[in-house]
């Protein structure tokens, strides 16, 4: 399926784009003085449960929401293409680079904390595209230069994905511009290449962010799998019978850069779960074999579920996806981790997850702790190795919830669903540790008040909270909130403030063009 292009003229235009195009529009012309050829837009996104479990490869439950990123842009016709980009946010300076003659990739300096980052980041991935789709136009020749003008509403650094929205708008009008209105990109092609596109700034994410935000569907979630293929189902909440399924989103309004802070959080859990995969997989005597570019290229928990159900059970295809079958390996790779880790939960030095390997100190400080930058005492195998292969099994359990199971009565489903995320939030409290004081005070103050399951959205560390909540206990969650959360913590805290705080946002689409 390709991204969706609609016309300004259609009659039905999508809320986000008849809402907020219209002023982009505008706001290019005032920057530029001409109209711009087109908007891509992305928007962010809410992960109902399945938290770090991306890198592994395990599915997850995210939606698209309706706050996003829109870049109008317009082609130059110039013998020395640049590009420039604006931003409404008057936080972000505006910028201009040139584009290099021999068609090599603008360089990344990850070491700075800049917007333009993002920018280059999604132009790296789609310059890459196009010189596979079209290597005779691309390969020496630089792409087209650029005006942009950037319009988000998606909070930095909250666990809503803005990185996501923003490099998946521009691989979009990257990709367009140079392609020709034509050529349709397909959302597995944007998908695929923008997951990666973080890594260039020293990022060592998974792909849950970019398939929710260009595959995402009006009033749908999406399941997500990344193995054996990256697929996005969308599928609808349960019809309940007396009241409507609600999520409301409540940002802590702690930001957590995973530029700045990474090398003690983001990035050092994926070393961790990647060496504890390894070392599983030491033990029982399996063999890693690792396609895909969501971890350290070493194989992962998921790999290590497979290796050892082919060495062990006899099955040598690897896990399809299949429930039923992955509920029972799940459970089973439970128990190979607490006989595997169970011992010490104080965590590993260096020195010990080495010899456990069965390599030197160096060579595993070669292999897992140089690509990006890790910062730690200990590694916590145990904990985050249950967290992941638990989580996984949460999703699971809450994909059947979903999808296949009738209600009695509304309240089932909510307990259900909900006790699957309040799970998920002890989880990614105790074993993750990816939570913080603010995010538990929020669930606490939203659980008290009426919300059915509630939980850290994203990496956690601070942003995001999302909360299941009866329609009509909305309101109810939200003045608690605003009555014990936000007006104790930010005495100074202005109305405007408060409202994009909370967000209560219906799915929304995903990536798309909106022509002039
Ligand atoms: P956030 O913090 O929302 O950007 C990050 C990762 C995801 C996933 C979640 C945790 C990036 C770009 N995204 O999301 O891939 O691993 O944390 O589930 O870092
Ligand atoms: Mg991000």
Same mark, same amino acid.
């Given at each position: 399926m390709s991204i969706p292009v609609f016309a %300004?003229? =259609?009659?039905?235009?999508p809320k986000p784009l008849a809402d907020k195009c219209p002023t982009v529009v505008a706001e290019f012309e005032k920057a530029y003085g001409s109209k711009p050829d087109f908007v891509a837009r992305s928007p962010g996104r809410v992960n109902l449960i399945g938290e770090h479990i991306d890198y592994a490869d395990f599915s997850v439950l995210p939606l698209a929401i309706d706050v996003d990123m829109l870049c109008a842009v317009k082609a130059l016709d110039e013998k020395n293409p640049s590009i420039t980009l604006t931003n409404a946010d008057p936080r972000f300076a505006q910028r201009k680079f040139d584009l290099p003659l021999d068609g090599s990739y603008v360089t990344i300096d990850p070491s700075i904390s800049d917007w333009s980052n993002y920018f280059k980041c999604g132009l790296h991935v789609a310059v890459e595209f196009l010189k596979k789709i079209a290597p005779a136009k691309f390969e020496k020749a630089p792409v087209k230069g650029l005006q942009v003008f950037c319009q988000g509403n +998606?909070?930095? @650094? %909250? @666990?809503?994905s803005s990185s996501a929205a923003f490099i998946c708008a521009v691989a979009l009008a990257v990709i367009r511009v140079n392609m020709g209105d034509d050529y349709q990109v397909s959302k597995k092609d944007l998908t695929r290449i923008t997951v990666v596109a973080e890594h260039l700034v020293g990022v060592n994410n998974g792909g849950m962010d970019q398939a929710a935000s260009v595959c995402g569907e009006e009033d749908h979630a999406l399941y997500v799998e990344f193995k054996p293929e990256l697929k996005a189902t969308p599928f609808k909440f349960p019809a309940l019978k007396n009241t409507e399924i609600q999520f409301v989103i409540a940002n802590t309004l702690v930001v957590s850069n995973k530029q700045e802070t990474g090398p003690e959080n983001y990035n050092l859990r994926v070393v961790e779960v990647v060496a504890a995969a390894n070392i599983l997989a030491k033990k029982y005597g399996v063999v890693l074999k690792h396609i895909g570019? %969501?971890?350290? $290229?070493?194989?992962n928990l998921r790999d290590f579920m497979n290796a050892y159900y082919a060495k062990?059970?006899? +099955?040598?295809?690897?896990?399809? @996806?299949d429930v039923t079958t992955g509920i029972e390996r799940l459970n089973k790779m439970l128990e190979l981790v607490e006989e595997t880790f169970g011992a010490k939960q104080g965590g590993y030095t260096v020195d010990e997850a080495a010899a456990d390997l069965g390599v030197s100190s160096d060579e595993f400080t070669k292999e897992y702790l140089t690509s990006f930058p890790v910062r730690f005492q200990v590694l916590k195998l145990y904990q985050r190795a249950k967290h992941v292969y638990s989580e996984s099994l949460r999703v699971l359990d809450a994909l059947k919830v979903m999808t296949g199971t009738s209600f009695e009565k509304d309240e089932d489903f909510f307990k259900t669903f909900g006790g699957l995320m309040n799970q998920s939030q002890a989880s990614c409290d105790?074993?993750? $540790?990816?939570?913080?004081p603010e995010i538990d005070r929020i669930c606490e103050i939203a659980l008290a008040n009426g919300s059915a399951g509630s939980r850290l959205t994203? =990496? @956690?560390?601070g942003g995001c909270t999302v909360h299941l909540v009866p329609a009509e206990k909305v309101e109810s969650v939200k003045k608690a909130l605003i009555d014990q959360y936000y007006k104790v913590k930010f005495?100074?805290?202005?109305e405007q403030q408060l409202e994009d705080a909370i967000i209560v946002s219906k799915p929304a689409l995903g990536s798309c063009v909106y022509t002039l």
């Open positions: %300004s003229t =259609a009659k039905d235009l +998606v909070p930095t @650094g %909250s @666990g809503l570019p %969501s971890n350290l $290229n070493k194989g062990y059970m006899n +099955v040598p295809e690897p896990w399809d @996806g105790k074993l993750y $540790n990816c939570s913080c994203g =990496a @956690g560390w005495p100074e805290i202005t």
